[in-house]
């Protein structure tokens, strides 16, 4: 693979605005995932597994947090005296502030676009949970002589699908509320092609004043250049909802899922933080949950997911919950389908319910 020859973008704010709750105060490339995690970890650890050390992050509003998470890139092999991680500006020349959509964000970055000798761009969000062979796609998109390969995974929720035909060529691109019905091919907003094509692509758009890549760009295009789906089997899922973000934490309490996910031929990155070990007291009781270091247990966890330095109480209960950093539920609590953000404190003897298709969400550092 002419690994060297690519770079990658990620967009570190897609569908901010479907996560408020979380996203509030932090771009959605930066919430926490999985107990150590955070979601723009997998998508710069398939690209820098591919053996592509050249990634700028696209940043737009709140990218505080997302620095801090990132910073030079060191967890990822990114902070090179050549290439590495850059993050671009959420400005450049968009005249009304920050930019409206990926195009404008883009063509606001062209400079780094075209001083590149990269051949080729993988373009990606930071909201796709999987661990992608990136190696295997460009190998394909070679092979096939493709413009733009798009990848795809069938049947999981997202608003833009695929049609193709029996060769794999696209044939549309369209949008859709419910883009799952019929077990639809669901665009994971992860496309690579020549980075010649991409800046004209670009240009061509902006002076349209066009500002919605998936439509404006991908469908227009369809039939002028040759599209090719690329189908992910393994396990993915786009973050697009609290619903999906809280069923994506969940799906990890399934060993198959976690063995497709956190693949040690292709190792999912981060930050690293070291800690003691979670301790646990004469009372506690753990199922089926994942507990983070840290953490101190002496209450009962079913089916849930706790971060580091979470501190649960005697006699309380916890059950389908994600409980992130920091978090203290007092004595006596009683929790189902609660989404706490970092340094939440439950007092001691609350209840607080939510459902399985619509979990609660405490904010960051309130107290209940």
């Not at 959420?90 to 920050?98: I, K, S």
């Not at 062979?133 to 995974?153: G, N, P």
């Not at 509320?177 to 670009?202: E, F, H, K, W, Y």
């Not at 063995?259 to 690293?272: A, G, H, N, Q, W």
Request: glycine share 8%; aromatic share 10%; hydrophobic share 40%.
């Amino acid at each position: 693979m002419r690994s060297k020859n690519i770079m990658g973008i990620v967009f570190a704010n897609t569908n901010d605005e479907k996560l408020s709750e979380l996203t509030a105060a932090r771009t959605i490339g930066s919430v926490p995932f999985g107990c150590r995690y955070r979601l723009i970890d997998f998508a710069l650890s398939s690209i820098v597994n591919a053996g592509i050390f050249k990634v700028g992050v696209v940043t737009k509003r709140n990218y505080k947090s997302l620095m801090d998470h990132i910073g030079s890139g060191r967890p990822w092999d990114l902070a090179r005296k050549n290439g590495g991680l850059s993050m671009l500006s959420p400005y450049g020349y968009a005249e009304n502030g920050v930019y409206k959509g990926k195009i404008d964000a883009l063509y606001g970055n062209l400079s780094y676009l075209e001083y590149a000798t990269e051949e080729y761009i993988l373009l990606t969000d930071a909201n796709v949970v999987a661990n992608i062979d990136i190696e295997k796609m460009f190998d394909r998109h070679v092979k096939m002589q493709a413009d733009i390969t798009l990848v795809y995974k069938k049947g999981i929720s997202g608003s833009i699908y695929l049609d193709m035909d029996e060769y794999g060529i696209v044939t549309g691109v369209n949008t859709d509320s419910d883009a799952t019905l019929l077990g639809r091919n669901v665009c994971l907003n992860i496309l690579l092609m020549r980075r010649d094509l991409l800046i004209t692509l670009i240009k061509n758009a902006y002076r349209h004043n066009f500002t919605d890549f998936g439509v404006d760009v991908l469908q227009r295009e369809v039939g002028n250049y040759k599209m090719y789906g690329y189908e992910i089997t393994r396990h993915a899922l786009v973050i697009d909802s609290i619903q999906s973000y809280f069923e994506a934490n969940m799906r990890l309490l399934d060993k198959h899922v976690r063995d497709e996910v956190f693949d040690p031929e292709r190792p999912v990155y981060t930050k690293l933080r070291d800690d003691m070990p979670a301790r646990y007291g004469f009372d506690a009781k753990i199922c089926d949950s994942l507990i983070a270091d840290g953490c101190m247990i002496e209450g009962e966890i079913k089916n849930s997911i706790i971060f580091r330095g979470v501190r649960i109480g005697k006699g309380a209960k916890v059950e389908n919950c994600i409980l992130m950093q920091s978090c203290q539920v007092d004595k006596n609590c009683s929790l189902g389908y609660i989404v706490a953000d970092k340094n939440v404190h439950i007092k001691e003897g609350r209840t607080l319910m939510g459902y399985k298709s619509f979990p609660l969400v405490i904010g960051k550092g309130l107290t209940v």
